[in-house]
T-cell receptor
Framework: DAGITQSPRHKVTETGTPVTLRCHQT?????MYWYRQDPGHGLRLIHYSYGVKDTDKGEVSDGYSVSRSKTEDFLLTLESATSSQTSVYFC???????????FGPGTRLLVL | SQQGEEDPQALSIQEGENATMNCSYKTSINNLQWYRQNSGRGLVHLIL?????REKHSGRLRVTLDTSKKSSSLLITASRAADTASYFC???????????FGAGTRLFVKA
């Protein structure tokens, strides 16, 4: 998986609780992405980062925040989880010179 | 809204047959990429075609790009049961590093 890990891999939580997902890379790539995958929607971009402390919104960013305090870690936080945020979350990395992305194994999140 | 739209949504073929999947997109692009996802796994990059290219080959994969029609096709020749997966097209806009994925085509290859 190109030196990219996600934690936790599975999580069950209750509506209204905060949740933080972690993406860790060992490749020192500049760009990092968070996507969610739902049936019939493919992958939808939540947030992305183009450097330490440099982040921007994707197409489905409402209810999510991110932080990147060091190159290797990109955190996705659901401030107050809702059932509509039940999904599989994928992190991806990309370097400055290649257009291809490398994906982590995903995190399955169930919000009850 | 999704930049890429794949067609068909699902495809079932016999081993040895060719599989063709299509992708349409809406805005100008720098490149178009195809990814594969096996069930329960992350996406894996297959092939990239740039906006100034018309056709590209990689092993049993052939990708075409028609920028005038804003469409691409992925052909997998002599398919195998191991090709069973979901296939996604993805586009990089002219703005650079923001990649948008389509909803995918589920391919099932029967042995």
């Amino acid at each position: 998986d190109a030196g990219i890990t996600q934690s936790p891999r599975h999580k069950v939580t209750e509506t209204g609780t905060p949740v933080t997902l972690r993406c860790h890379q060992t490749e020192n790539h500049r760009y990092m992405y968070w996507y969610r995958q739902d049936p019939g929607h493919g992958l939808r971009l939540i947030h992305y980062s183009y450097g330490v402390k440099d982040t921007d919104k994707g197409e489905v960013s409402d209810g999510y925040s991110v932080s990147r305090s060091k190159t290797e870690d990109f955190l996705l936080t659901l401030e107050s989880a809702t059932s509509s945020q039940t999904s599989v979350y994928f992190c991806a990395i990309r370097d400055s010179y290649q257009e291809t992305q490398y994906f982590g194994p995903g995190t399955r999140l169930l919000v009850l | 809204s999704q930049q890429g739209e794949e067609d068909p949504q699902a495809l079932s073929i016999q081993e040895g047959e060719n599989a063709t999947m299509n992708c349409s997109y809406k805005t100008s692009i720098n490149n178009l990429q195809w990814y594969r996802q096996n069930s329960g796994r992350g996406l894996v990059h297959l092939i990239l075609i740039r906006s100034n290219e018309r056709e590209k080959h990689s092993g049993r994969l052939r990708v075409t790009l028609d920028t005038s029609k804003k469409s691409s096709s992925l052909l997998i020749t002599a398919s195998r049961a191991a090709d069973t997966a979901s296939y996604f097209c993805a586009t990089d806009g002219t703005g650079g590093f923001k990649t948008i994925f389509g909803a995918g085509t589920r391919l099932f290859v029967k042995a």
